[in-house]
C-alpha cells in the first residue's frame, strides 16, 4: 500500500474548511473544477487537504466579516 501524500479531510471537515452545509457541499463536489476524492471508501469518501486548500484559494471568494459596517 502506497504512502498517503498528506492529511486528508472527510465530508465534515470539507463542510467546515467550505463553511457551508452538507446540501451545498454536495453540490460543490459535482463542479468540474472540484479537486478528485483521493480515495473512496465504504460509507466515505477523502479528499487531500492540500487539494481542497487550494481548490479555495483559487475559486472561493472571501466572505465578508460579520462585523463589517455596512452603511
Given at each position: 500500500m502506497s504512502e498517503v501524500p498528506g492529511p486528508l479531510v472527510g465530508p465534515h471537515e470539507l463542510q467546515e474548511?467550505?463553511?457551508?452545509?452538507?446540501?451545498?457541499?454536495?453540490?460543490?463536489?459535482?463542479?468540474?473544477?472540484?479537486?478528485?476524492?483521493?480515495?473512496?471508501?465504504?460509507?466515505?469518501?477523502?479528499?487531500?487537504?492540500?487539494?481542497?486548500?487550494?481548490?479555495?484559494?483559487?475559486?472561493?471568494?472571501?466572505?465578508?466579516?460579520?462585523?463589517?459596517?455596512?452603511?
Amino acid at each position: 500500500m502506497s504512502e498517503v501524500p498528506g492529511p486528508l479531510v472527510g465530508p465534515h471537515e470539507l463542510q467546515e474548511m467550505l463553511g457551508v452545509g452538507r446540501s451545498r457541499m454536495r453540490q460543490l463536489i459535482r463542479y468540474p473544477t472540484f479537486p478528485a476524492p483521493f480515495q473512496r471508501l465504504h460509507g466515505t469518501t477523502v479528499w487531500l487537504r492540500s487539494d481542497i486548500e487550494a481548490w479555495i484559494s483559487r475559486y472561493r471568494q472571501p466572505r465578508p466579516d460579520s462585523d463589517d459596517d455596512q452603511s
